[in-house]
């Protein structure tokens, strides 16, 4: 099946820094990818979908100048978690759809911020 | 979006059916079930989707009532590792952008 490749797994930051996480459709092209974020036994939450080439879409209440996404190329998306607070540290998820509402998702980040 | 209605928790001998139910009882004609699972700490792994008819994979079946207002998932032979968060979902497909939103799912628990 098609796989999505999330980089990287775990992170640990120091409050206030700034944290890249990639996403990478590995064998199929992605025009859409989708970015969740996921807190300790709660249930995924959509944040933003990714568009290449072209602006995010965020989901309400979630701060575009905070979590910037780029998707310059139909196999990358990344999420930029800025100024990173320790409230920010949760579970961040990316997905690809290759077609039909089939989701290939990455394996997760794990954000820690101190 | 419609919303689903899944019970918070089950438990499966392993060997046995786990039969998972789902409720969707304002889905729109358009819409189709999916179902996806999450094993702890890693991302969602795509199972089965359908939109009227009944569907079968290697991994599952999805069995959707006529009226479309609920549906099951069925997994025939449990595993351990099939222990995980259960998601119904209902979405539409457009053209590649399906943006799915996940309610808090059923944690299927299979015991030896």
């Known amino acids: 099946g098609a796989v999505v490749s999330q980089h990287p797994s775990w992170v640990i930051c120091k409050s206030g820094t700034s944290v890249k996480i990639e996403c990478r459709s590995l064998?199929?092209?992605?025009?859409?990818m989708f970015w969740y974020r996921q807190f300790p036994k709660q249930s995924l939450m959509l944040m933003a979908t990714?568009?290449?080439?072209?602006?995010?879409?965020?989901e309400q209440g979630v701060e575009k100048d905070k979590f910037l996404i780029n998707h310059a190329s139909l196999t990358l998306s990344t999420l930029t978690v800025t100024s990173a607070h320790p409230e920010d540290s949760s579970f961040y998820i990316c997905?690809?759809?290759?077609?039909?509402?089939?989701?290939?998702f990455g394996s997760g980040t794990q954000l820690s911020v101190l | 979006d419609a919303k689903t209605t899944q019970p918070t928790s089950m438990d499966c001998a392993e060997g046995r059916a786990a039969n998972l139910p789902c409720n969707h009882s304002?889905?729109?004609?358009?819409?189709?079930v999916y179902w996806y699972r999450q094993i702890h700490s890693q991302g969602p792994q795509y199972i089965i989707h359908g939109l009227k008819n009944n569907e079968t994979n290697e991994m599952a079946s999805l069995i959707i009532t006529e009226d479309r207002k609920s549906s099951t998932l069925i997994l025939p032979h449990a595993t351990l590792r099939d222990t995980a968060v259960y998601y119904c979902?209902?979405?539409?497909?457009?053209?590649?952008?399906?943006?799915?939103?996940f309610g808090k799912g059923t944690k299927l628990t299979v015991n030896p």
């Open positions: 064998d199929f092209q992605a025009t859409t």
């Open positions: 304002t889905i729109s004609g358009n819409e189709y």
């Open positions: 997905s690809a759809s290759l077609f039909g509402g089939k989701l290939f």
């Open positions: 990714s568009n290449e080439g072209s602006k995010a879409t965020y």
């Open positions: 979902i209902v979405g539409r497909t457009q053209g590649g952008s399906e943006k799915l939103v």
